[in-house]
Structure formats: C-alpha cells, structure tokens
C-alpha cells in the first residue's frame, strides 16, 4: 500500500522520499531508488521475527536512529508534507522534529490501535508499567501528526471513543491499484525463474 501511495504521489508530479528501517544492512543507511522513489533506508534493530522485548527497544529507538543517521539528510532535504504510518507508534518523535525543522504538515495512517489491541487480548494489562510507556508514545505519536486517517467508520467510532474528540481524524480506507505492478528492475524475478 505504502509504495502504491508513493508512486500516485509521484504520478501527480511530487518528489516522494520514503524513509524505512532495515536490520540488514551493514551501513548506517543505503539510498536507492525503486521506481523513480528515493528510499532511504537506515540501520535499525530486528523489529521483524524477534522477541517481544527485542522488537520494543528496538522500535522505541527507531525516531532516535532515523535522526542520527540520517540528519544531514533531514537538515539538507527540507519535505512539505509527511505521511507516516502506525504501526509503529514510534514514529512521533521524528515527525515532530521534522514538522518543526521543515514547517511542515503530518498525516498519520493508523492502522492498528495499539497497545489497545494488545490489552483487549489479555496480553498486557491496562495499568502495567510497559502498557503505560506504551501509551506515552501512542499519545506522542497522535499528538505529531495534523490529520489521522482511520481505515473504516468503526474505527473512527472506536478512536473518539478512546481518545475523545482531541485530534482531527478522517476515513481513510486501504487502496490498491487495479493495475499490474511491472518493472523492470526486479532481480528476483531472476533468481525465482519468474520473469513472465
């Protein structure tokens, strides 16, 4: 969905950077381009296929790293508007600092009510102190952006039940282009003897 967005938002005459994190690279961060996209990957921890309290330090650093390894990226390449994505719910740090950087809009697509989710599966408890730290990160994470864009009415519902009438949400339903993802420039296309 997020690369579906980044090439409508190219198509309509944009320049579009996406920012990700990416356990796998040895560098501090890789630039490249994928269809004309500028991606900037940076060095993060296992937020993928790891322990719990692994993937929970390692998502709390992702606003602290992204920062850190690519500044001068930030300081040099001022944006007009950031879309970023939940989950994570670690992202408002960064979109904060950016927004005040660049004097710049924020756009949230929250997918995923969490921890809410989380605590309504009796898997933490609402008052424990992890779902505490959770929730500060949550609330930072909503305070940083301008507009929230929730994927149906129920979840409109479920958000101003929870969080009141605080924050400036619309529905936002999932996408997908009705057209064939075909590039070019897809090695594993190869390696995989898909190439038709």
């Known amino acids: 969905m997020m690369y579906e967005l980044a090439i409508e938002l190219k198509a309509d005459g944009h320049v ?3 920012i990700t994190p990416l356990a ?4 501090l961060y890789e630039l490249l381009y994928l269809d004309e996209i500028r991606i900037l990957r940076f060095k993060s921890g296992s937020i ?3 322990g719990k309290i692994k993937r929970a ?3 709390s650093l992702l606003s602290l790293k992204a920062w850190w390894y690519l500044k001068k990226f930030f300081l040099n390449e001022k944006q007009d508007l950031i879309i970023y994505y939940s989950p994570s719910i670690f992202w408002g740090l960064l979109v904060r600092k950016l927004k005040k950087l660049w004097k710049a809009r924020s756009f949230l697509i929250l997918r995923d009510f969490f921890p809410q989710w989380v605590v309504d599966n009796g898997m933490l408890k ?3 102190i992890i779902t505490k730290y959770f929730r500060i990160f949550e609330k930072i994470n909503y305070n940083s952006a301008d507009r929230i864009g929730l994927q ?3 979840n409109i519902l479920q958000f101003q039940k929870s969080h009141g009438s605080n924050y400036k949400i619309e529905l936002l339903y ?3 282009s009705d057209l064939p993802a075909i590039t070019a420039n897809y090695p594993y296309r190869k390696k995989m003897n898909i190439e038709k």
Do not use: F, L, R, Y
């Open 174 to 176: 999932n996408w997908a």
């Open 57 to 59: 330090i390692n998502e």
């Open 24 to 27: 796998e690279i040895k560098e």
């Open 48 to 50: 993928k296929n790891t």
């Open 126 to 128: 609402e008052k424990s």
């Open 16 to 18: 579009v950077t996406v």
């Open 152 to 154: 149906s009415p129920a």
